[in-house]
T-cell receptor, first 112, second 114 residues
Framework: NAGVMQNPRHLVRRRGQEARLRCSPMKGHSHVYWYRQLPEEGLKFMVY????????ESGMPKERFSAEFPKEGPSILRIQQVVRGDSAAYFC??????????FGDGTRLSIL | TQLLEQSPQFLSIQEGENLTVYCNSS?????LQWYRQEPGEGPVLLVT?????EVKKLKRLTFQFGDARKDSSLHITAAQPGDTGLYLC??????????????FGQGTILTVHP
């Protein structure tokens, strides 16, 4: 049973570009959570989605960040016009019912 | 803002010693999870506790959930170098708008010397 798959594992972008991070949940999991781990900080919740619905986006920055979980395909976290402060590790977790959550290995985003 | 305080932040011990990591909050959890994270990887779930007073064991690791569901501890007996890593506690706060989102502690970096 494959775990949570995130790609790419590493992503380098220049300031002003767009970053797209993908997350395929574990088979049978319809709940997806995104978390961000900034350098020297702990993991912080960003957004919670179920298929085709955003349930809780209270942790998402108000601008430039968006997330989706379409009926078919992976969940996408999109960051427009990236800035240096967006450099972080972004983790996706999935669950069949909200708990427990199983994490992917993350995408390390570096902004030049 | 609900805070989850994890301590100690760093722990350096010799092989064979015992250790305890603590997580505390002023708010009640509906569930609490412990994870271990290796460099360059995602957190790996160790255990979930949901009932006040619950104790779970995983080989040499013992997890306790406080009676009031506001705190938890991880105890490792006879630590081994293979236990070295980052340990994270993460809780879901009780309440209608938590939606299962995890609030993480700051983490404990454990180093076990041979």
């Amino acid at each position: 049973n494959a775990g949570v798959m995130q790609n790419p594992r590493h992503l380098v972008r220049r300031r002003g570009q767009e970053a797209r991070l993908r997350c395929s949940p574990m088979k049978g999991h319809s709940h997806v959570y995104w978390y961000r781990q900034l350098p020297e900080e702990g993991l912080k919740f960003m957004v919670y989605l179920q298929k085709e619905n955003i349930i809780d986006e209270s942790g998402m920055p108000k601008e430039r960040f968006s997330a989706e979980f379409p009926k078919e395909g992976p969940s996408i976290l999109r960051i427009q016009q990236v800035v240096r402060g967006d450099s972080a590790a972004y983790f996706c977790a999935s669950s069949p019912s909200g708990q427990p959550q199983h994490f992917g290995d993350g995408t390390r985003l570096s902004i030049l | 803002t609900q805070l989850l305080e994890q301590s100690p932040q760093f722990l350096s011990i010799q092989e064979g010693e015992n250790l305890t990591v603590y997580c505390n909050s002023s708010s009640v959890f509906s569930s609490l999870q412990w994870y271990r994270q290796e460099p360059g990887e995602g957190p790996v779930l160790l255990v979930t506790v949901v009932t006040g007073g619950e104790v779970k064991k995983l080989k040499r690791l013992t997890f306790q959930f406080g009676d009031a569901r506001k705190d938890s501890s991880l105890h490792i007996t006879a630590a081994q170098p293979g236990d070295t890593g980052l340990y994270l506690c993460a809780g879901v706060y009780a309440g209608g708008t938590s939606y299962g989102k995890l609030t993480f502690g700051q983490g404990t970096i454990l180093t076990v010397h041979p």
